[in-house]
């Protein structure tokens, strides 16, 4: 089965860091490129950051270049998102999501939730 | 970036309608369109990719047509467990956008 857990999610005051963690389990993590997509009830769901099987490309939604980095270890079948710079707008459920056929986003984790707010 | 759009926003439906959501994109994307399924409290579920394609487990009241910019979702006989609401999804540039979902409920 399948699974992908998202950790690290809570309150942070503007300005401030997190790094989310995704742990992979079911499938073979090294073969997929993996995403973080974000959801709000405002602005619904959105595509964050990307990364490729072997970490060598990286891929950013503009509102969060130079304060996202995503990252993976295959070794541990994990992906990441360390959050710098946060602000009241990147507040939102953060999914974990590898990517399938065609661009597709095909297995999903149950989301966590990142708060910021002073 | 593609922007998307859906209609209608929101739907009521009975058990065993036929229900139909459209997607529209602001430039050819030729079949790289995906749906999904949300229920609520949960993650999105893959429904269709590649336009028309079924994903496995998936049942077969869905389909999904369409390419270029117009596209179709389509529940034959909708069924208790499919009031959710639904996004498509263009994968075919970077960024990848989503549209603004449409909500199924009971009429």
């Known amino acids: 089965e399948v699974q992908l857990v998202e950790s690290g999610g809570g309150l942070v005051q503007p300005g401030g860091s997190l790094r989310l963690s995704c742990a992979a389990s079911?499938?073979?993590?090294?073969?997929?490129?993996m995403s973080w997509v974000r959801q709000t009830p405002g602005k619904g769901l959105e595509w964050v950051a990307s990364?490729?099987?072997?970490?060598?490309?990286?891929y950013y939604v503009d509102s969060v270049k130079g304060r996202f980095t995503i990252s993976r270890d295959n070794a541990k079948n994990s992906l990441y998102v360390q959050m710098n710079s946060l602000r009241a707008e990147d507040t939102a459920v953060y999914y974990c999501?590898?990517?399938?056929?065609?661009?597709?986003?095909?297995?999903w984790g149950q989301g966590t939730l990142v708060t910021v707010s002073s | 970036d593609i922007q998307m759009t859906q209609s209608p926003s929101s739907l009521s439906a009975s058990v065993g309608d036929r229900v139909t959501i459209t997607c529209r994109t602001s430039?050819?994307?030729?079949?790289?369109l995906n749906w999904y399924q949300q229920k609520p409290g949960k993650a999105p579920k893959l429904l269709i990719c590649?336009?028309?394609s079924l994903q496995s487990g998936v049942p077969s009241r869905f389909s999904g047509s369409g390419s270029g910019t117009d596209f179709t979702l389509t529940i034959n006989s909708l069924q208790p467990e499919d009031f959710a609401t639904y996004y498509c999804?263009?994968?075919?540039?970077?960024?990848?956008?989503f549209g603004p979902g449409t909500k199924v409920d009971i009429k």
């Open positions: 990364i490729k099987q072997d970490g060598s490309e990286e």
């Open positions: 999804q263009q994968s075919y540039s970077t960024p990848v956008t």
């Open positions: 079911g499938f073979t993590f090294s073969n997929y490129w």
């Open positions: 999501v590898a990517i399938g056929r065609l661009r597709s986003f095909e297995f």
């Open positions: 430039q050819s994307i030729s079949s790289y």
């Open positions: 590649a336009a028309s």
